[in-house]
């Protein structure tokens, strides 16, 4: 994707603020948005950067940042773990290309943390973000642990995880195997990305759209894409598939009730032949999901798209049921993310 760097300050800077003053006169708030912007060079050589590591790029930002803060990272490999506090929004990564800058680690859910405690599933995400306005772009994300069989306990092994608001991210890789990507909460926009693993490799409670994105299975036996995390309703989550590509091996269910209310929408994808039968999983198979969930597909082909249409609370969505899952307004775009990006 061609990106222009003062397009994209011009977006994030004027934009919001556009927003941001707009309301403020309207209500008579003083704007508190980011004022300006800075680069921050790294470079894992030493050679042309001000730090050597991206954590040390992101502990330069001051805390309750008000100024776009691109942090610029050369090609090279970055094995580290990164944290984005909540206190640090309007940070950007962007890389040299996924294939050429990556940070890794390989923590899993079975591992001892500093406490001597295990360190469950949300705490090995090799770069965790808890801020808001963060993107990134032209980086790939990995988790190095080795690929678990079905079963087995305490493999988990994020490679990134996002729990901060309006996030967008843009031809970026996330590699890993049991759930590589953690859509944990808040507002999130994927365009141009590849997303692999095997075993729930795309779950949580976002409120996601993933948009021309490769979803890539490397299961032996047995693995699933997505498995969402919606328990109420009222709850505006859910993961939105458009216009994206299902490969690799299987089989592996396209989806899987991880909350009661679990909502996954796939629109204009194509399926390889590696859907399980069925298509979906119901996770449990004892909570009747199956009448609260919310699985639709919208105009989806290839030689696996029969089997996404699987099973009777899987439905072929009229175009009315599936517009608000094809337009960014589903994460509320309009107001974050610039006609351009999306």
């Given amino acids: 994707m061609a990106f222009s760097l003062t397009s994209f300050f011009f977006f994030f800077i004027s934009v919001p603020a556009f927003f941001l003053l707009a309301a403020a006169k309207h209500h008579r708030h003083h704007w508190v948005g980011h004022t300006g912007h800075r680069l ?4 894992v050589k030493g050679i042309s950067g001000e730090f050597v590591s991206v954590q040390a790029a992101v502990d330069a930002v001051p805390d309750y940042n008000t100024v776009n803060t691109l942090i610029r990272i050369s090609p090279g490999y970055y094995v580290e773990k990164v944290v984005v506090p909540a206190k640090k929004p309007y940070i950007t990564f962007e890389g040299g290309g996924k294939e050429t800058t990556v940070i890794e ?6 591992d001892r ?3 001597g405690q295990q360190l469950r599933t949300y705490r090995t995400a090799s770069v965790t973000v808890f801020a808001n306005y963060f993107s990134a772009r032209n980086i790939s ?4 642990a080795p690929a678990p069989m079905p079963g087995m306990q305490g493999w988990q092994a994020a490679a990134f995880r996002i729990s901060g608001d309006k996030a967008y991210f843009s031809g970026c890789g996330f590699y890993g195997a049991q759930d590589t990507l953690c859509d944990d909460a808040g507002r999130h ?6 997303i692999e693993g095997s075993i729930d490799f795309i779950f949580g409670n976002g409120r996601s759209m993933y948009k021309d994105c490769e979803l890539h299975s490397i299961a032996t036996r047995f693995g699933s894409i997505a498995a969402q ?10 993961f939105a598939f458009v216009r994206c590509k299902v490969t690799g091996s299987g089989p592996i269910y396209v989806g899987r009730a991880m909350g009661q209310y679990s909502r996954i929408v796939y629109a204009y994808t194509y399926f390889d032949d590696v859907v399980a039968h069925g298509g979906w999983d119901d996770w449990d198979h004892t909570s009747n999901k199956n009448q609260t969930v919310f699985f639709g597909v919208y105009k989806c082909w290839g030689p696996g798209a029969s089997k996404v249409k699987g099973v009777s609370w899987a439905r072929e969505l009229e175009f009315e049921e ?3 899952f ?5 994460v509320n775009g309009r107001h974050w993310i610039a006609p351009s990006d999306a």
């Avoid at 680690?105 to 079975?110: E, F």
Wanted: include cysteine; proline fraction near 7%; charged fraction near 30%.
């Fill in 40 to 43: 921050i060079k790294v470079d």
């Fill in 105 to 110: 680690w390989h923590d899993r859910a079975g």
């Fill in 113 to 115: 943390g500093p406490s």
């Fill in 141 to 144: 994300f990995k988790n190095t």
């Fill in 189 to 194: 926009y994927f365009k141009e990305c590849y």
């Fill in 229 to 238: 995390d919606r328990n109420s309703p009222n709850e505006k989550t859910g």
């Fill in 322 to 324: 599936a517009h608000p």
């Fill in 326 to 330: 094809l337009v960014k307004s589903f």
